[in-house]
Nanobody
Framework: GHLVESGGGSAQAGGSLRLSCVVS????????MGWFRQAPGKDDEGVTV???????KYADSVKGRFTISKDNARNTLYLEMNNLKAEDSGKYYC???????????????????WGKGTQVTVSS
């Protein structure tokens, strides 16, 4: 499988960005899909996941501000980020795994497929 992220860039605090992840090699509708991020000098952090059943899970730090969605026809995953904060800055990675249990926890070890990431920088 191949995951390619796009949509990163710079934004002011309070602004919005939308990330996309175009997938090839497998059908996202049957996978647990999600987004992780990593800030400089920090461990990566699970942001959100969506299961094949449509159930979603968010990190507390992004609840109410970020929305994960997917377009199965386009085999593309999205992350809508609103009311951005400086602490949202980092490299955002699209992740995937065929195991449904991967969506039970925002744990990096659950995901076998990772994109190369897209950088998000939020200035206050």
């Amino acid at each position: 499988g191949h995951l390619v992220e796009s949509g990163g860039g710079s934004a002011q605090a309070g602004g919005s960005l939308r990330l996309s992840c175009v997938v090839s090699g497998f059908t996202i509708s049957t996978y647990c899909m999600g987004w992780f991020r990593q800030a400089p000098g920090k461990d990566d952090e699970g942001v959100t996941v969506v299961g094949s059943d449509g159930r979603v899970k968010y990190a507390d730090s992004v609840k109410g501000r970020f929305t994960i969605s997917k377009d199965n026809a386009r085999n593309t995953l999205y992350l809508e980020m609103n009311n951005l904060k400086a602490e949202d800055s980092g490299k955002y990675y699209c992740v995937a795994d065929p195991w449904a249990g991967a969506c039970l926890l925002l744990h990096r070890g659950n995901f076998g497929l990772w994109g190369k990431g897209t950088q998000v920088t939020v200035s206050s």
